[in-house]
């Protein structure tokens, strides 16, 4: 069975970080690029960073260059996929979901949120100004 498991949202101050990461099990996810998106209230779901299966490849959205990490840990053909969060701002406020990208998804198509397969349930991050 395909899981997708988010953890470390939570409440923090404008300034404050947070690392989220996703357990991915049930697939050979470490072949696979993995990315992290988010959704605010009444809002699309929006492309916030990618990680090619090596880790040698990685995509920022713009609004979040600077401020935030991802990286991932391929241990045994299960993957881990981190999101370092520094730096956080209000408008980073939303669930994240954590999601895996189709094999042939090429490196510009990673922003839409449509060419990935399987995704998490999501956690909230809240960012108090």
């Known amino acids: 069975q395909v899981q997708l498991v988010e953890s470390g949202g939570g409440l923090v101050q404008a300034g404050g970080s947070l690392r989220l990461s996703c357990a991915a099990s049930?697939?050979?996810?470490?072949?696979?690029?993995m990315g992290w998106f988010r959704q605010a209230p009444g809002k699309e779901r929006e492309f916030v960073a990618a990680?090619?299966?090596?880790?040698?490849?990685?995509?920022?959205a713009d609004s979040v260059k600077g401020r935030f990490n991802i990286a991932r840990d391929n241990a045994n053909a299960k993957s881990t996929v981190y999101l370092q969060m520094n730096s956080l701002k209000p408008e980073d406020t939303a669930v994240y979901y954590c999601g895996s990208a189709g094999l042939a998804t090429s490196p510009r198509s990673l922003k839409y949120a449509y060419n990935y397969s399987y995704w998490g349930q999501g956690t909230q991050v809240t960012v108090s100004s």
């Open positions: 990680i090619t299966w090596s880790g040698e490849n990685i995509y920022y």
């Open positions: 049930g697939r050979t996810f470490s072949r696979y690029t």
